[in-house]
């Protein structure tokens, strides 16, 4: 018998969030900003969030013009759609 070709599906995260990156930028911006312990894995988390759900509206506005690459003018609409949802107008 061969030996199995297969990947392991466990693999292990090699790295953390970057929480000294963090909260070094946080106190160069903002040296009055007091953030609890884990305040910076939640912004860290909302970046993440916030990436993939214009990763998946700009591939949904990418399929709309028939186009099988993201172009910056996806991400572009992708990011307008966004920041008017977020003001609280629905845009479709």
Do not use: W, Y
Request: net charge positive.
């Amino acid at each position: 018998m061969a030996p199995s070709t297969t990947v392991s599906q466990r693999k292990k995260i090699k790295r953390k969030a970057p929480r000294g990156f963090l909260k070094r930028v946080f106190k160069r911006q903002k040296p009055h900003l007091r953030l609890e312990t884990s305040g910076d894995l939640l912004v860290h988390l909302n970046c993440l969030l916030f990436v993939q759900r214009l990763a998946e509206e700009s591939r949904m506005s990418a399929f709309e013009n028939k186009c099988g690459v993201i172009k910056k003018e996806h991400v572009q609409a992708a990011a307008k759609r966004e920041r008017g949802r977020k003001r609280g107008r629905q845009r479709i």
